[in-house]
């Protein structure tokens, strides 16, 4: 379970990046970047996917 005080510092330390959502999903979140999952934020740690740029 990913707390919301752990998802509102890693939005406030990605808020630099253009086209970040993060989306509630459980009791976790999903990471996209220009509406594609990139990752979650799962047990209060980012696991991010491999992408193609």
Do not use: C, H, Q, W
Not at 19 to 45: H, T
Request: hydrophobic residues 35%.
């Amino acid at each position: 379970m990913t707390t919301k005080t752990f998802k509102e510092e890693f939005r406030k330390r990605t808020k630099s990046i253009d086209n970040i959502m993060i989306e509630a999903m459980f009791s976790d979140y999903v990471l996209y970047k220009k509406g594609k999952r990139n990752g979650v934020l799962f047990d209060n740690k980012p696991l991010l996917v491999s992408t193609e740029t």
